[in-house]
């Protein structure tokens, strides 16, 4: 009789494509699916009874901000435990690398670590340190703007020059040569925000050769939202580049109830243009404080700050009224600081969530002591809360939302779908009990209801915990198949 390293025998399988789940056998040999069918006849050094459980491709985290947790913190439990076994860096158009730091660290660079971290200054020397620390998940990485625009310019509060521009995209080809997904802007960062558009596009040329994606944290999420929706999708249009909106949402009370509208013009583009999004399943945002976003009616939570760190998860108000100063001369006793920003409206983020273009992606800050609890909750919430509970959107569309959907646009070739020869990232879980623990309360909890977790065959993660076996990749960009 035929063997295998690894059977799952009686699974619900839901495959990542967004079929409907069927009772299948999956097994699994030498970090690949080797056989799928209704009764395998085989023999496994491990046998897994999965009756009652599903089983799914493994969760494809689009948009995290783990650039340096992934070598400096290679476990990776706030991912592994909610069945990620791929999250995608150099989000909001920050990467650990190429940098090449050449004065202080600008913001938002602070979100993924202290100068002392950026030692990265080619890619090449990025991917060399992910195969050294194998973490616990595959890494997939873009290049981020701001990142190349600090290795080139002596202040960023300003346009670059076109030979500030050549150097960047210099680097970013060669980035692009050693696998790097595409690139990423910040553009809403000050570090970022006086790069024209036709810098942009000077960089985004770069990427159609290539295959590969532009991500953006746009100019502006709030009152100009849809200038700036414009702004990149003329980007992409003409770069001839897919675009990917970064968390989309309608940030701000003044812009609460525009899901629709803002829903209603990426569908109008997407007619003729490789448009997605990603979005995180919470009404809430996070980030570095922002004084441009201090508003006494939008409940503000400091995760962390530099002169004053005794304050991290206090509320804004309250730190204030202590002091007896306003909230924006709070902000600014506080700065350099991070923050939780309550200003998304639960029913345009639902709205969001459920619309066929977006992803799911946590958005998550592992360097804040406090963070928000997207960092270990996102997945089992939309699969908990927003499919199973409130029927939001379908299982089955809410897993391909997590896998097959962004393994397809990003490129991520052989992952994001349960075939024959895929690569073995998996994730069994119970989908009647699978749900986020996590709380703004209390943010760094495991979730509930994940069985075990496989990345590239290796059993990483079960009901008992982390396993300790690291097997995570670099994954080098392949073909993009893109899904409208």
Not at 67 to 74: E, G, Q, S, W
Not at 390 to 407: F, N, Q, S, W
Not at 416 to 437: H, M, N, Q
Request: charged share 20%.
């Amino acid at each position: 009789m035929p063997s295998c390293d690894i059977l799952i025998r009686n699974a619900s399988v839901l495959d990542g494509s967004g079929d409907s789940a069927e009772m299948l056998d999956v097994a699994l040999s030498e970090g690949r699916i080797c056989a799928i069918g209704p009764t395998l006849q085989l023999t496994a050094e491990t046998d897994v009874d999965a009756e009652g459980l599903v089983l799914a491709p493994g969760f494809i985290d689009v948009h995290t901000h783990d650039d340096i947790c992934v070598v400096r913190k290679p476990a990776m439990l706030a991912k592994l435990s909610q069945g990620v076994t791929t999250v995608i860096v150099g989000n909001c158009g920050i990467s650990a690398a190429p940098v090449e730091l050449c004065g202080d660290l600008a913001d938002p660079m602070n979100l993924l670590g202290a100068a002392e971290d950026f030692v990265y200054p080619t890619f090449s020397s990025y991917v060399s340190a992910l195969s050294e620390a194998r973490p616990a998940v595959n890494v997939g990485a873009l290049v981020g703007h701001t990142s190349l625009r600090n290795n080139h310019m002596d202040r960023l509060d300003r346009a670059a020059t076109d030979a500030e521009i050549g150097r960047m995209r210099g680097q970013l080809s060669e980035a692009l040569d050693g696998g790097a997904l595409g690139l990423s802007t910040g553009l809403a960062y000050l570090s970022a925000n006086s790069a024209t558009t036709e810098e942009v596009l000077a960089l985004a040329e770069s990427l159609a050769s290539a295959g590969a994606v532009y991500t953006t944290h746009m100019r502006n999420e709030s009152d100009a939202i849809l200038d700036a929706m414009d702004e990149a999708f003329t980007i992409g249009r003409l770069s001839r580049v897919p675009v990917i909106v970064s968390h989309l949402k309608c940030a701000g009370i003044a812009n609460w109830g525009r899901s629709g509208e803002v829903l209603g013009a990426l569908n109008a583009v997407r007619l003729g243009q490789r448009i997605g999004c990603d979005c995180y399943p919470y009404a809430a945002g996070s980030s570095t404080l922002d004084l441009r976003q201090v508003d006494e009616r939008v409940e503000i939570t400091i995760t962390w700050s530099t002169p004053h760190s005794e304050v991290a998860g206090r509320a804004l108000a309250e730190i204030a009224r202590d002091w007896g100063i306003n909230q924006l001369d709070a902000a600014r006793r506080l700065q350099p600081a991070g923050a939780i920003y309550h200003s998304i409206s639960e029913e345009d983020m639902r709205r969001i969530l459920a619309h066929p273009a977006t992803m799911i992606g946590s958005d998550g800050l592992p360097n804040d002591p406090r963070p928000h609890p997207r960092l270990w909750g996102t997945f089992p919430r939309v699969l908990g809360r927003y499919s199973r509970e409130e029927r939001l959107i379908t299982l089955a569309d809410a897993v391909h939302k997590m896998t097959g959907m962004p393994a397809q646009r990003f490129g991520l070739a052989g992952r994001g779908l349960i075939r024959e020869g895929y690569c073995a990232d998996l994730v069994l879980f119970d989908a009647e009990k699978i749900i986020d623990t996590a709380t703004y309360a209390d943010p760094i909890r495991q979730a509930e209801g994940i069985a075990a977790v496989w990345v590239n065959g290796v059993l990483s993660y079960n009901s008992e915990g982390a396993t300790g076996t690291r097997a995570g990749q670099f994954v080098s960009r392949g073909k993009t198949n893109w899904i409208q």
